[in-house]
């Protein structure tokens, strides 16, 4: 947190809209306060991952999962390209024996190699088991004794996955999705796809899966129509696998790292920042980080405390800088609406006061439109010519008189009737 700080300061300050951190004293007491919380919060992961372990419900998840066969490299490689969404796989007779399950009519299996030795009788020369000498008969032939030996061979088999049977549940730990609903989600998310090393989009992914992020084309896919608490949690996880996992980063400073411990890590971040902001995982995160961190506890997490803390830290401090950068925005979105309203209401009040129409009125006069074309006539007769565009002048006067009377009585009856209504 301390180098994140200092390297990061200019753009922290950026987002929390502040010039400076005024004094160290002010940096350290921020930096403490943010370390002091995250501590807390760590220490409530711990003891919510110790009631799991402790619990029977813990010890019935992993007799059923011991049941399972850890399968070879190469046999996960050959599932993986079957079945690339493949979680639980099991032959067709052991889901039956073992899980009380059933494959599905029609599925087709995933091919693996399996082995399938052979036993065969063989002569064997006895050995003097203190000198190790080979024993002989009196003829001079070798003593032997007939043994069986197992002869290696390997054959293809068939697995099928959980999500190819049907029948009994398996035991699980915690809950399947959170479906509980966040204030501010929407500015959550856009504040997460700033914190985010790489770009998030959402999507449609494999199976059970609700989000990955891909070191290959540095990108985080989010399953689309989750719940807002399992979307801002699933990206909380998915950021921390692009700042901890990136395996090229993993290679160079020499570190390896299970999968659980994976696992384990970016789910821990993924509760402890959700949980600063009031966004309660517990009911899936400790599910999720003990079914990683089987037959290792607490200390596969006290192990990757360094890398929790300091991750969950920064993430914190950045996504609240980027809360009140939005929170400033919708400010100022704000005061410019109400300036424009404002602007509004006064055009309209200055309009209504030049308006020479009376309230009532709705359109303007119609004057009917006159001809003003006026044909020449021969010179000869100049006292006609005359008398017409006389006579056209008067019509229109006489028009704009009538529509100015009518306008009148309608102002004098409104007028009228106002008072009537004040006198009542």
């Given at each position: 947190m301390d180098d994140y700080l200092k390297i990061n300061a200019s753009m922290i300050n950026e987002i929390e809209g502040k010039e400076v951190i005024k004094t160290d004293t002010e940096k350290q007491e921020t930096q403490q306060s943010m370390k002091e919380k995250v501590s807390e919060l760590v220490g409530k992961l711990e003891d919510g991952l110790k009631e799991i372990f402790d619990s029977d419900k813990y010890k019935n998840y992993v007799n059923t999962m011991a049941k399972f066969h850890n399968y070879s490299v190469n046999n996960t490689l050959l599932i993986n390209q079957q079945k690339p969404d493949a979680t639980l796989v099991a032959g067709f007779d052991s889901w039956a024996r073992n899980f009380g399950r059933h494959?599905?009519?029609?599925e087709r299996g995933i091919k693996i190699i399996a082995p399938a030795p052979y036993m065969v009788k063989k002569e064997k020369q006895l050995v003097d088991p203190k000198t190790g000498?080979?024993?002989f008969n009196p003829d001079g032939t070798p003593k032997t004794t007939e043994v069986e030996v197992k002869i290696p061979v390997f054959k293809v088999s068939y697995v099928y996955d959980i999500s190819q049977t049907y029948g009994k549940d398996l035991p699980t730990l915690g809950v399947a999705e959170l479906g509980n609903?966040?204030?501010?989600?929407k500015d959550y998310i856009d504040s997460l796809k700033k914190v985010s090393p790489v770009p998030i989009e959402f999507g449609v992914t494999n199976g059970d899966s609700k989000g990955f992020y891909s070191p290959s084309n540095q990108s985080i896919t989010i399953k689309d129509g989750m719940s807002d608490a399992q979307t801002i949690k699933t990206m909380v996880h998915e950021i921390s696998h692009a700042k901890l996992h990136n395996p090229e980063a993993l290679k160079e400073e020499g570190k390896r790292k299970s999968k659980g411990t994976?696992?384990?890590e970016a789910e821990s971040v993924a509760y402890i920042v959700c949980q600063h902001f009031g966004i309660d995982t517990s009911d899936y995160s400790?599910?999720?980080?003990?079914g990683w961190s089987e037959g290792k506890g607490t200390e596969e997490l006290k192990e990757s405390m360094q890398s929790i803390r300091e991750t969950s830290s920064e993430m914190i401090y950045r996504i609240e800088g980027n809360l009140r950068a939005i929170d400033r925005d919708k400010a100022k979105q704000e005061e410019v609406s109400i300036s424009e309203t404002n602007k509004d209401n006064e055009f309209m009040k200055v309009s209504s006061e030049d308006n020479p129409l009376s309230p009532g009125d709705t359109k303007e006069p119609v004057i009917?439109?006159?001809?003003?074309?006026?044909?020449?006539?021969p010179e000869k007769e100049p006292n006609k010519?005359?008398?017409e565009r006389k006579s056209l002048k008067a019509k229109l006067q006489g028009k704009m008189q009538e529509v100015a009377k009518e306008k009148e009585k309608k102002t004098l009856s409104k007028s009228k009737k106002k008072e009537k209504e004040g006198a009542r």
């Open positions: 494959v599905k009519k029609g000498e080979k024993l609903t966040v204030d501010r989600a994976i696992e384990m400790f599910g999720y980080i003990a009917e439109p006159i001809d003003k074309t006026v044909t020449k006539k010519d005359s008398n």
